[in-house]
């Protein structure tokens, strides 16, 4: 078979020719020249970013007979050779197949054998993290203590996985994603020499489909070229091949979410599912379009009917959340659809709710001293008040004016629903409100300990109102302390330890094996 794919047809011949990895062609290029050279090297990064590329490359460089030389001339018999793969002397290995003892035993023993036309053998070992564990302890004395003409480069995905004693034998180079413009370049070049004309837009579309890896950018382009015949490649063209959603039913599936339609969303998603197209794909162009989305919003200019940073956030994160469960879940359209009925719910953020709650948020030092909104603190007479704070500060309320409504209730029936038992704590707080961003409780000496409680909880229940749209949102709990107040009797501690047990099934089964008096729990 003569014809050769693209990505072999068009690979980089030269270090200069290798894109987005100037970090490891510079340093490998002026090692070369003042001739220091290790004896192993580890190529490591994403696929199709020019690991085994560069280790040709290296290959050709020290054999070249314009050596030392930061770049192979390309012309020498040595380098021909290589460039054709008709070297005896630079040995490729692939490790997912030949990653046992007895394979390094051999690689061992023909490494003792001299070059037969080279100044260098090179041996490169592709996926070297599949290579076992016996075999690199087989391998070890080796690669630490080579034969001067031999030099070593493994290449890996997966570095974490190689031994810690083939790493640190080893110079470690580390190859990176290449940004989506310089891909494009290398795609027009490509496009220009093969005489395929294709849109920017085309592009754009290869580009966010390889997400930073040439080898598949260049495949992408291949197959969009073959299916063109001969008229030029639009961006629909690439979409339909690569089984993408047109951006036209993104942009419809965002308007739709935009304007809380539910049903419209609703519609899509059946529309997408009967044509056959990959939900979790579907999720992830979304997902890439709000985030184009956010990064307008954030920098306040309106995008798609979205003027809320708040909103778009909250939505991605329901949406990325949803895309990962689909990877595991047997009915990924219902997760989908909750997922939207949920982002296309009315989203009313902190201090609009608030706002419309009738408690104001907290107004700055020049505003009229009304504009303060809060629910004042009863006094509460021969008392010592000590407010402990989720940063373990003493504070004292605030006291305020206010209407009678609470925003509080919505708040604290979430909390209930998704904390468990650590939510059913409001329950016996003597007072609940909202003052800005603050969710203030007010506990009496009695029930310290369920207040220290909340207090623990404290953080993720934060945690729970930010994913609920509550974002900023913190819970401050005081104590208030009766000077008159009698010891908690031992009957008392005891009724209030079977509470534990119940609410807490793990204190149980602890009281179970350990045996012993529970008397409560004190949080410090």
């Known amino acids: 078979m003569s014809h050769l794919v693209i990505a072999r047809k068009y690979r980089p011949a030269k270090f200069s020719e290798v894109i987005g990895q100037s970090q490891v062609t510079v340093t490998l290029g002026n090692a070369i020249l003042k001739d220091k050279l290790a004896h192993a090297y580890v190529f490591s990064g994403p696929r199709g970013v020019g690991k085994t590329t560069a280790a040709r490359i290296l290959a050709k460089a020290v054999n070249c007979a314009e050596y030392p030389s930061a770049e192979p001339c390309n012309k020498c018999v040595s380098c021909k050779a290589i460039q054709a793969g008709n070297s005896m002397d630079i040995i490729e290995i692939d490790a997912a197949s030949n990653r046992g ?65 083939i790493l640190s034998r080893c110079q470690h180079f580390k190859f990176v994603l290449v940004n989506s413009e310089d891909v494009k370049n290398v795609l027009k070049k490509i496009c220009d020499s093969e005489k395929a004309p294709v849109s920017d837009d085309a592009l754009d579309a290869i580009c966010d489909e390889a997400g930073g890896s040439v080898r598949d950018a260049e495949s992408i382009l291949e197959q969009v070229i073959s299916s063109a015949s001969g008229k030029k490649i639009e961006k629909e063209d690439v979409e339909f091949i690569l089984g993408l959603v047109e951006s036209a039913k993104i942009r419809e599936t965002l308007s739709a979410i935009a304007a809380y339609d539910t049903k419209a969303a609703f519609d899509i998603i059946d ?22 989305v956010l990064a307008k919003v954030l920098s306040g200019i309106p995008s798609e009917g979205f003027e809320s940073s708040d909103r778009v956030y909250w939505m991605l994160e329901s949406l990325c959340s949803a895309e990962q469960k689909m990877k595991w879940s047997e009915y990924p359209k219902i997760l989908l659809e909750l997922a939207f009925y949920k982002i296309t719910s009315d989203f009313i953020p902190i201090d609009q709710a608030i706002e419309l709650a009738g408690v104001g948020v907290d107004a700055p030092e020049s505003e009229a001293p009304g504009a303060k909104i809060s629910h004042p603190l009863p006094n509460v007479k021969n008392e010592k008040a000590r407010q402990i704070s989720s940063a373990g500060e003493a504070a004292p309320a605030t006291p305020g004016q206010g209407p009678p409504q609470d925003p509080s209730a919505a708040l604290v029936a979430l909390l209930k629903k998704e904390c468990g038992s650590a939510g059913k704590i409001f329950d016996i ?55 008159n107040q009698e010891p908690v009797s031992h009957e008392e501690k005891m009724t209030e330890a079977k509470q534990l047990e119940i609410e807490e099934p793990i204190i149980a089964k602890l009281h179970g094996l350990v045996g012993g008096d529970l008397e409560g729990r004190e949080d410090e």
């Open 429 to 483: 707080a003597d007072e609940v409100s909202v003052t800005g961003r603050k969710l203030f409780c007010r506990f009496s000496g009695k029930n310290e300990v369920q207040a220290k409680r909340l207090l623990a909880n404290s953080e993720v229940m934060e945690k729970v109102l930010a994913a609920n749209g509550y974002k900023g949102m913190s819970i401050d709990v005081t104590i208030v302390m009766d000077e």
């Open 101 to 165: 003892i007895d394979d390094m035993r051999q690689l061992r023993e023909n490494a003792a054998f001299a070059p037969s036309s080279s100044r260098y053998k090179v041996y490169v070992i592709d996926e070297a993290h599949q290579i076992t564990k016996d075999a690199f302890n087989a391998f070890l004395k080796t690669l630490e203590e080579p034969p001067p003409y031999i030099i070593f480069v493994l290449a890996t995905t997966e570095p974490e996985k190689l031994p810690v004693t």
């Open 271 to 292: 529309e997408i599912y009967s044509k056959g197209f990959s939900l979790q794909q579907f999720t992830r162009q979304v997902i890439t379009a709000l985030r184009r």
